[in-house]
T-cell receptor
């Protein structure tokens, strides 16, 4: 079991470009969560998805951010028109039904 | 607003000593708590958890204590080793099942050899 796989590990984007972060959950896990971590801070919840459904997006910025978890393939966190304030580490976690969270190694986004 | 927080942002201990990392929470409805370890450049790693119907839980070299009266959680690491150097987060779940985790700010533990 390869665990939660996130890619890319590092992503550099210029201001105004789009960033796409991918997360493949552990085998058998149907729940995916995205968190953002600024330097020297804790992880802030962004969005919780199940296959083809957004369950809770209370932590997502209203504009420029979107997430999906299609029936086939990884979950995608998409940030449009990135700004410097989007620079952070983005972590994905997955869980089976009932809980039990496993985190990936994160994607470190740098906006220049 | 309600949040999970930590008392100390940094902690330095001598190798071999015991470490105690503290966490305060404000939501009495939280019923499940987890301690995570995060090493530089890595994702959070599960250490130990405790449910609200328990006061204490022990693992290998780690103990979590829960004081519901004062809404306080602590992580004790026995015989701290250099490999324990990391940032430690407490997280709470307000609900059950697949409810998202709410993280505290973190404590950086530095072990002095």
């Amino acid at each position: 079991n390869a665990g939660v796989m996130q890619n890319p590990r590092h992503l550099v984007r210029r201001r105004g470009q789009e960033a796409r972060l991918r997360c493949s959950p552990m085998k058998g896990h149907s729940h995916v969560y995205w968190y953002r971590q600024l330097p020297e801070e804790g992880l802030k919840f962004m969005v919780y998805l199940q296959k083809e459904n957004i369950i809770d997006e209370s932590g997502m910025p209203k504009e420029r951010f979107s997430a999906e978890f299609p029936k086939e393939g990884p979950s995608i966190l998409r940030i449009q028109q990135v700004v410097r304030g989007d620079s952070a580490a983005y972590f994905c976690a997955s869980s089976p039904q009932g809980g039990g969270y496993t985190f990936g190694s994160g994607t470190r986004l740098t906006v220049v | 607003g309600e949040s999970v927080g930590l008392h100390l942002p940094t902690l330095s201990v001598q190798e071999g000593d015991n470490s105690i990392i503290n966490c305060a929470y404000s939501n009495s409805a939280s019923d499940y708590f987890i301690w995570y370890k995060q090493e530089s450049g890595k994702g959070p790693q599960f250490i130990i958890d405790i449910r609200s119907n328990m006061d204490k839980r022990q693992g290998q070299r780690v103990t979590v204590l829960l004081n519901k009266t004062v809404k306080h959680l602590s992580l004790q690491i026995a015989a701290t080793q250099p490999g324990d150097s990391a940032v430690y987060f407490c997280a709470e779940i307000r609900g059950s099942g697949n409810t998202p985790l709410v993280f505290g700010k973190g404590t950086r533990l530095s072990v002095i050899a």
